[in-house]
C-alpha cells in the first residue's frame, strides 16, 4: 500500500516550453502532496505543498508563476515548469501524505532536462 | 531559522562495519524525527521514525536511531552494514505535533559498502 507514482518519469524539453509532471496516490486519498527539487548530490528542497482543492503554498525564493501546481484531486497533484530554463533541470520529487497521517510517501521522481 | 544538518556527507566502510550517521536539528519544540534511504536509482523509502516514547526506534533492514533530546539529535545506527546497504541517507524533521507540516531534509549522507 501507500504508493505514489510520477509521470513521465524523465523528460527532455527545449528552452522556453512548458513541462507538466504528474504526481498520483495509488492506493489512498493523499489530502496533502508535496513537491520538492533534488540537485545532484544535494538534499531534497521543498518547493511547495499543496491541499486538495486550495492554492499551494509555495516555499520562500520558488516563483510561483514559474512552478504552477495544480491538486485537483485526492489523488492528482500536477506541477507545470512553465518557460522552462537550462537551470531548471533537475530532479523533481513529489510526496503525498494521507490526511490523518503524519508520514509522507513519496514517487520515484521525475528527471527534467531543458536544453 | 528550522535547519537539520547531516555531519558525513560520504562514508565509506567495509561490510560488517559498524554504521553511524550524525542528525542535528536546529532547535526544540515538539518534533518528529525520520530516516529516508534512498537506493541507487530509487525512489526515497522510510526506514524509520520517531514520533514520541521510546527515543530509541528500530526500523526496518536492522537500522536503529536514538533520539536525544538534549543533544537535539538523532542518529542512525546499524552494528554491521551490508554491500546492500549502499545508498543515500537522508535525516528529516517536522516540527510541531499536528499532521500538518512540512519536511525538513538534512544534506544527506553516502553511504559506501565495501564487499
Known amino acids: 500500500g501507500a504508493v505514489v507514482s510520477q509521470h513521465p518519469s524523465r523528460v527532455i524539453c527545449k528552452s522556453g516550453t512548458s513541462v507538466k509532471i504528474e504526481c498520483r496516490s495509488l492506493?489512498?486519498?493523499?489530502?496533502?502532496m508535496f513537491w520538492y527539487r533534488q540537485f545532484p548530490k544535494k538534499s531534497l528542497m521543498l518547493m511547495a505543498t499543496?491541499?486538495?482543492?486550495?492554492?499551494?503554498?509555495?516555499e520562500q525564493g520558488v516563483e510561483k508563476d514559474k512552478f504552477l501546481i495544480n491538486h485537483a484531486s485526492l489523488t492528482l497533484s500536477t506541477l507545470t515548469v512553465t518557460s522552462a530554463h537550462p537551470e531548471d533541470s533537475s530532479f523533481y520529487i513529489c510526496?503525498?501524505?494521507?490526511?490523518?497521517?503524519?508520514?509522507?510517501?513519496f514517487g520515484p521522481g521525475t528527471r527534467l532536462t531543458v536544453t | 531559522a528550522q535547519s537539520v544538518s547531516q555531519h558525513n556527507h560520504h562514508v565509506i566502510l567495509s561490510e560488517a562495519a559498524s554504521l553511524e550517521l550524525g542528525c542535528n536539528y536546529s532547535?526544540?519544540?515538539?518534533?518528529?524525527l525520520f530516516w529516508y534511504v534512498q537506493y541507487p536509482g530509487q525512489h526515497l523509502q522510510l526506514l524509520l521514525k520517531?514520533?514520541?516514547?521510546?527515543?530509541l526506534v528500530k526500523g526496518i533492514k536492522g537500522f536503529e536511531a536514538e533520539f536525544i533530546k538534549s543533544k537535539f539529535s538523532f542518529n542512525l545506527r546499524k552494528p554491521s552494514v551490508q554491500w546492500s546497504d549502499t545508498a543515500e541517507y537522508f535525516c528529516?524533521?517536522?516540527?510541531?505535533?499536528?499532521?500538518?507540516?512540512?519536511?525538513?531534509f538534512g544534506q544527506g549522507t553516502t553511504l559506501q559498502v565495501k564487499p
Open positions: 510526496s503525498a501524505k494521507p490526511g490523518t497521517s503524519y508520514e509522507q510517501y
Open positions: 499543496s491541499n486538495e482543492g486550495s492554492k499551494a503554498t509555495y
Open positions: 520517531y514520533f514520541s516514547g521510546d527515543p
Open positions: 528529516a524533521v517536522k516540527w510541531g505535533s499536528s499532521n500538518t507540516g512540512k519536511l525538513i
Open positions: 532547535y526544540g519544540g515538539t518534533v518528529n
Open positions: 492506493d489512498f486519498q493523499a489530502t496533502t
